[in-house]
């Protein structure tokens, strides 16, 4: 009598401790289904839109160097790969898909000396500045107080230091205002490199103008005042 009394509560034990494994797996893949549910895309948020943007901006500039280099392409291409790392981190770090990566408005006018589209810049990589000419002057021509480059959507390039701008329409001294329409915000930048678009803004000066938690101008005015 005592010896079935001691098997069966043995069996108990192993009968609980199966449920419990089994609850437990139950439990596991609950979270990682909800985990994969609350991944962000550059479809469902702006601010992984905008890291998608500097990643597609980055990879591209890559991919250019690659195919038509020169005696600084190594150098270029190595800065560009670390801030690529560090745009990974910063969309994992803000629940966006990691990797994800698209093209801006603006990637098709890129050129071999664009400054790298990054995280933000608390965390980004300086980038090395462009000194060579515009690859396009079409806004050189502008009147001073003329509003410019309708319909452009500005982001942050990887380049540190004081407030500045990029450009491949303004040649190195220009200077531009940059409004964001969505929260009124404006800053008033000298271009001192090219890029690949009509303006990209430098750390300090994107941090001036942009909206918590997003790396994507979409509603810009963009004036030349000087």
């Known amino acids: 009598m005592s010896r079935r009394r ?75 790969e670390a801030v690529v790392a560090q745009i990974k981190v910063q969309q994992q770090a803000s629940g966006c898909a990691v990797g994800e ?7 098709g006018q890129q050129n071999a000396q664009q400054p790298a589209q990054s995280a933000p810049a608390q965390a980004a990589t300086k980038a090395p500045p462009a000194q060579s000419a515009p690859a396009n002057n079409a806004g050189a021509g502008a009147a001073t107080g003329q509003q410019v480059c309708n319909g452009s959507t500005v982001t942050l ?13 303004f040649p190195a001294g220009t200077k531009l205002k940059v409004t964001n329409l969505d929260n009124n915000k404006s800053t008033t930048v000298q271009v ?27 509603r810009a005015r963009i004036e030349k005042v000087g």
């Open 6 to 80: 001691t098997l069966s509560t043995k069996k108990k034990i192993a009968l609980l401790v199966s449920a419990a494994t089994v609850a437990g797996g139950g439990a596991f893949a609950l979270a990682a289904t909800s985990n994969a549910a609350s991944v962000q895309t550059a479809q469902t948020s702006v601010a992984c839109q905008g890291l998608a943007t500097a990643l597609g901006n980055n990879l591209n500039f890559i991919a250019d160097q690659k195919a038509h280099p020169d005696s600084q392409s190594a150098a270029r291409i190595a800065n560009r």
């Open 192 to 218: 001192t490199s090219v890029s690949g678009s009509c303006v990209l803004l430098n750390n300090a000066a994107f941090e001036q103008v942009r909206e918590p938690g997003k790396f994507l101008i979409r």
């Open 101 to 107: 990566s698209a093209q801006g408005s603006q990637t």
């Open 157 to 169: 390039s990887g380049e540190g230091g004081a407030p500045a701008a990029s450009s491949n329409q």
